[in-house]
């Protein structure tokens, strides 16, 4: 039986020849057959053992690829003859990761698991390679296999592992217990995936100030990511809302201020699955001493995504939703259409008014401008330009959208400059204005902006022709 080496060596290494090789050794007898599957152990000793397996039991096949698994890590010296320079030159064989990844999947496909376990403790092995072999292992067999990683030199490699599979019905294995005892103390969130995996996170509610408070814990050095809360919420409540609201709670109560930076997330999902906001739920928010600029980023992104425009075209949005929670006070009315509408105080929908009331961009930054604390801290004529430049529009668009909201305050004159004042905002650099009447309220209409004299024009009409 003639074959190319070459190119025998090459389909050995690409996944998508096996079957049909596999096919090839099924189809051979006798010595061709041995011959055949001797040669792919030689160029692939995974598939060799797959073919050796799926035959006919042969002794002789059997006892070649176990004498072969037995000397994989030995090591080897490679003589080779250079033309060029009319030399030999020898070398040292070393195994690479592939090969360990080979070595791995055949000796438990011949079934010696005990060589696997020997191997993850003795080599580094790509993580790639023991999901792929977490993924034909028993139950039992997955259980002792996580053990072995966690003592071992590849135990960097746990945090994928530990999601890899759900093994429920390992819950009340004692060396699972064991394992989840360990991770406790060394890892939270690997502790998290496993106690999910075994089944064991969602009895925590059989004593649920307890369980709660170590719902709370979970989150002590873990990452602060929408995947890592969603397994908790799951856990938690089959309905998800509920799940989200009951968390959010949870860590409130019991959390410490470095896991109540895990509250902008769950604020973030529930205005991603248009859950209503409450006002407790901004208090709780407001109790947040600091935030990193991961939950900035995952904020700007989650409204991005609420106001399907480009995010490099706003305002810093995040600045302004961070800024409600702070509002002592909440009463907005929500205009659609001809239709004015007011929201309860209690309940605050940041995502709908976000989507119903505005149309445009603009719109929707200076709707959120005027119905946050954002209007007390920057003046209205910064706001101004600051909207113009980033927005990529004329000064004048920005006072027509202003204009257009219907904004009610009042006009205080000093000397021959005129202000124009609000209850929360006020215009920072003087306006001219065709009229002025102090002590009555006013209907302000800003025509445009002198960059020269940094200076706004406006026209004030009294409240009955407004």
Request: glycine share 4%; hydrophobic share 35%; net charge positive.
């Amino acid at each position: 039986m003639k074959l190319n080496r070459n190119e025998f060596r090459k389909k050995c290494s690409e996944e998508k020849y096996y079957e049909a090789l596999k096919y090839m050794s099924h189809t051979l007898t006798g010595k061709d057959r041995l011959y055949f599957i001797k040669q792919i152990c030689k160029c692939n000793i995974y598939l060799g053992a797959i073919c050796a397996t799926t035959c006919e039991y042969d002794r002789e096949i059997d006892k070649y690829i176990r004498t072969t698994l037995n000397e994989f890590f030995q090591e080897k010296q490679i003589n080779y003859h250079d033309k060029q320079t009319g030399q030999t030159y020898s070398y040292n064989k070393t195994v690479s990761k592939i090969e360990v990844e080979r070595f791995l999947l055949a000796s438990y496909e011949i079934g010696n698991f005990k060589a696997v376990i020997w191997a993850i403790h003795h080599y580094d092995i790509n993580a790639n390679s023991l999901l792929k072999l977490s993924q034909k292992l028993s139950e039992e067999e997955y259980i002792e296999f996580l053990i072995a990683v966690s003592k071992s030199a590849n135990s960097n490699k746990m945090m994928n592992l530990c999601r890899s599979r759900t093994v429920p019905a390992q819950k009340n294995n004692e060396k699972a217990k064991r394992l989840l005892k360990f991770y406790w103390y060394e890892n939270r969130q690997i502790f998290t995936y496993l106690a999910d995996s075994f089944g064991w996170l969602p009895d925590l509610d059989s004593n649920k100030k307890y369980g709660e408070m170590i719902y709370a814990k979970c989150f002590e050095g873990s990452e602060n990511s929408t995947v890592f809360n969603n397994v908790i919420i799951n856990a938690i409540d089959v309905n998800y809302r509920e799940g989200l609201e009951r968390l959010f709670r949870i860590i409130d109560r019991y959390g410490s201020q470095e896991v109540k930076k895990n509250l902008y997330i769950l604020f973030y999902l529930k205005l991603q699955n248009r859950f209503p906001v409450y006002k407790t739920d901004y208090k709780a928010l407001a109790r947040v001493d600091e935030i990193d600029r991961r939950e900035i980023h995952i904020g700007a992104k989650t409204i991005q995504t609420l106001l399907n425009t480009n995010a490099s075209s706003w305002i810093n949005i995040f600045e302004l939703v961070y800024s409600f929670p702070k509002m002592e006070e909440i009463n907005v009315v929500s205009i659609k259409g001809d239709e004015k509408r007011k929201i309860s105080r209690n309940v605050y929908p940041l995502n709908r008014y976000l989507e119903e009331y505005p149309t445009t961009p603009i719109q929707k930054v200076v709707y959120t401008y005027f119905n946050s604390i954002y209007g007390q801290t920057v003046y209205l004529d910064d706001f101004v330009m600051l909207v113009s430049e980033l927005c990529k529009v004329t000064i004048a668009d920005v006072c027509k959208e202003i204009s257009d909201y219907k904004l009610i305050g009042h006009v205080v004159q000093s000397g021959a400059i005129s202000y124009f004042k609000a209850d929360r905002i006020m215009i920072n650099r003087p306006c001219s204005t065709d009229r002025t009447q102090i002590g009555k309220n006013y209907y302000l209409k800003i025509d445009d902006y002198d960059y020269i004299t940094r200076r706004f024009y406006v026209s004030v009409m009294d409240e009955v022709k407004k």
